[in-house]
Nanobody, 126 residues
């Protein structure tokens, strides 16, 4: 059974930083691209960032570009999201997700992700 477990969320003041982690269990982590998505109250889930299986390429939503950094450690089955210069509009539940098929190119659409974590709450106060 594949499980994705996020951690690292919390309450932070605007301008602060957080690092989210997501451990993948029950799958050969290194074969699959990973993504981060977020959902704010009353809004649809939106793409944040994705990274290829090797970690060689990344993609970001325009709203987080230059502030967030995605990375992965295949030896630890873990993907990270470093979030700097946080803004109140970054407040949301953040979910990590694993692509359905191995390898593959960067993709921001949620339909290509077959496994999801429960999410971790990030709250940014003004």
């Amino acid at each position: 059974q594949v499980q994705l477990v996020e951690s690292g969320g919390g309450l932070v003041q605007a301008g602060g930083s957080l690092r989210l982690s997501c451990v993948v269990i029950g799958r050969t982590f290194s074969l699959y691209a990973m993504g981060w998505f977020r959902q704010a109250p009353g809004k649809e889930r939106e793409f944040v960032s994705t990274i290829t299986w090797s970690g060689g390429s990344t993609l970001y939503a325009d709203s987080v570009k230059g502030r967030f950094t995605i990375s992965r450690d295949n030896a630890k089955n873990t993907v990270y999201l470093q979030m700097n210069s946080l803004k109140p509009e970054d407040t949301a539940v953040y979910h990590c997700a694993s692509r359905r098929s191995p390898y593959g190119s960067l993709y921001s659409g949620s339909s290509e992700y077959g496994y999801w974590g429960q999410g971790t709450q990030v709250t940014v106060s003004s």
